[in-house]
């Protein structure tokens, strides 16, 4: 296990130095691109731009360059978005719980009815609704989430809302959850529907085809010849072992939500997490705000995906010797 | 003895297949018979054809039946509908009776599905967007099949350091965040004025290519994984070392021993990668940096409706509607095609 930890360590410093590498390379090195301009943003002065090629380097040799830009992001912290002239990362910080409130509440509901949804298709089984649920969640994941959002806005927002059902319903946008818990749920609950979608159809899939390949190894034939109930054998024996791939998937595309994947939904219902924030420099083309959210996200998917597969070693021992 | 149980997932085999010794059949027609008998699947097929068929005639739809250019913005135009004229663009049709309101649907040959705000035909346009959603689609998930199959075969069949370095590349792409590395690219790319100039290839910032190669890049390593693996087992094979046995190149290994063999996995991926990509290409259009003006795709035809959502909201639903149509018609023909060519199989691409 040693071993495996330090050998997974190691390729993790890798993959986080490659990513600062390629980020420098496709913002600072692109052929035929001026690096200055663009990260001045749109129509920059001359000042802003010279200012721009002293403090990145962009007349020195490469290497020198790619240490100006770690310095700034991770040393200094001292990077300015052009757009909006303040500091990028107390801005990114800033954001980060709107986008863990909308990821935490995702994942509760995908975990939640992509079980019920997996199970009860592998039990239902050679009935009508094994087929029927497969295809709920076909079309689930073959749904464009931030199109989804827009058609849950319209019905909720402007169609039907002044009926009982959406009345409730708030005006799109985020309250924090200190300030105000109860709004906090309200403002967040049709964003979290709309995340989870995807999700749920996508682990119902593979939930389902992972009970009944476990329904066919041996010692659930044994477990069912020792004479134990059908729910036991699949609550503490099939189940169990289905989900060993459903929480290494889930770690996985946690990560990945919360490091930029919920970017679509944030757009859609105007929720000021980091996804946000990268969109809105992406309209603005305010480069360092983008450079530093990638870095960071990127940073922050390759952490999990290491811990995740340290979790899975530890787990299944299998692992540690691939 | 049945040498090989068929999963109960509704595949029934031939008699041929179950041993009753009628006539031997190439593994290719037998999977053709069992696709063939897959109704759902080829009703996707159907859909599928018939999505790309109307979105390739937009040109002529356009022409004979809106009889309008749907590029062209059409801000003071009128349009006749039952004998009575209309405005495209409408004085006062919101809740206030304030500003312009392209016209509704007329359920008419002319503005079929109504106007965008700037007063071009939507259906005309869903249709002519359909086009750089399906080419871009179809076109990076070829391209990521076509790159990852070389590397995969280099890879698998050489083995050692040729392997671990093509493979711990592919797996820094695999680890980089796809949207991330997708809107970085984009970024660049499409805000240096002139295009992107390598050598004597010269690309101007709104050409198709850009979101076409971004797309292919990023979804290299998901094909290259499954192939790879499937590589390196074949390479061990007798047949592959009965081959060498009689001289054969390595160029001739791959290609005749390797290749046909991994063949039918890229084809099962294939939908399934094109259903993927065509999501992808919509969300980065929607995000502004996949299709650019002029052009259109279903995904900026979304974002162009989202100002229009609680006034005209068929701008942003129809091309919605088509995406779904598109990908659930792929992912259905997907596990349609796994089923048929290889029963067991446990390949699976994430949507």
Redesign the interface.
Known sequence: MAAFIIRRLL?ML??LF??TV??FL??FA?????PAR?MAGRNPSAATIRSIKHEFGLDRSLPVRYGLMMKHMFISRDLISYGSHTRVIPEVVSATPVTLSLVFGAAVIWIVFSILTGVAAAVLRGTIFDPFLMILA??G???????LG??V??VT???LHDSFLFSWVPPLGYTPLTQDPFMWFKQLFFPWLTLSV?YI??YAR?LR?NLIETDSEDYIRTARAKGLSERRVLFRHTLRTSMITFVSLFGLDFA?LV???A??TE?VFGLPGVGLL??NS??S?D?PV??T??VY??FF??LA?ALVDLVYAWLDPRVRLA | MAVFEPEAEGIVLDAEETGGGIVGRSPWALAGRRLARNRIALAALVLFVLIVAVSFAAPLYAKHLAHTNPFESNISGTVTIDGKTRQVLEQGGGKLGLGETPIGPTWHSHYLLGADNQGRDVAARVLYGGRSSLLIGIGSALMAAFVALIFALVAGFFGGWTDAIISRLMDLIWAFPLYLLAISLATVLLTSPHGLTIGFIQVAADSLWIPLVIIGIVYVPYIYRPIRGQVLSLREKEFVEAAIAQGASNLRLIFTEVLPNVASTVIVLMPLMIATTILTESALSYLSIGVQAPKASWGTIIQDGQELLYTRPWVAIAPGIMIVLTVLALNILGDGLRDALDPRSKVRVKG
């Open positions: 390729w890798v993959v490659a990513i390629l980020v496709i913002f692109t052929p035929g691109v001026d663009q076909l079309i994941i073959s749904v464009p989430v931030f199109w827009e058609v806005n319209l927002q402007s169609r995807l159809g996508f593979v085809a990945v490091g930029g994947g970017l679509l757009v990268t969109y992406l309209t083309l480069l983008i450079m959210t990638v996200a990127a998917i390759t995906s």
